[in-house]
């Protein structure tokens, strides 16, 4: 196999967050949000859709912007509702959303630091 399908496959395995947001279901139940691991691409679109001095408000919308997903993996918000997101819906729900998405792919660093081996760059002389 080579690197790039290696590289791939490793994201594709990785543990995918499902938040369930009562408050956007409908009659068949609580709208359920996916969230897959980051990509350059998305890191990419947030660096470009965020403003310098985007505030922490900015950031939670354009997170979900960004990362919620559907269960196929495709946006259920355009980079269009981003506005609309901060300026009509439920300060408290976005939070929350915005929150649980950092906590799982970015929370506790320290936590992670060290769960890597080290490579050749990283290797003193």
């Given at each position: 196999?080579?690197v790039?399908?290696?590289?791939?496959?490793h994201?594709?395995?990785?543990?995918?967050l499902?938040?369930?947001v009562?408050?956007w279901?409908?009659?068949?139940?609580p709208l359920m949000?996916?969230?897959?691991?980051?990509?350059?691409?998305?890191v990419?679109?947030?660096?470009?859709?965020?403003?310098?001095?985007?505030?922490?408000i900015?950031q939670?919308?354009?997170?979900?912007?960004?990362k919620a997903?559907?269960?196929?993996?495709?946006?259920?918000?355009?980079?269009?509702d981003?506005?609309?997101l901060?300026?009509?819906?439920d300060?408290r729900?976005?939070?929350?959303?915005?929150?649980?998405?950092?906590?799982?792919?970015?929370?506790?660093l320290d936590?992670h630091?060290?769960?890597?081996?080290a490579?050749?760059?990283?290797?003193?002389?």
């Amino acid at each position: 196999m080579s690197v790039i399908n290696r590289a791939t496959a490793h994201y594709a395995a990785q543990e995918r967050l499902i938040i369930s947001v009562p408050e956007w279901g409908d009659e068949s139940g609580p709208l359920m949000v996916h969230v897959f691991p980051m990509t350059m691409a998305e890191v990419n679109l947030m660096q470009k859709i965020a403003s310098k001095k985007a505030s922490n408000i900015e950031q939670a919308a354009n997170i979900i912007v960004v990362k919620a997903k559907d269960e196929s993996g495709k946006r259920i918000f355009s980079i269009n509702d981003r506005d609309k997101l901060m300026q009509e819906a439920d300060y408290r729900v976005v939070s929350r959303i915005a929150e649980k998405i950092e906590e799982h792919f970015f929370g506790d660093l320290d936590t992670h630091k060290g769960n890597s081996d080290a490579t050749p760059s990283d290797a003193t002389s």
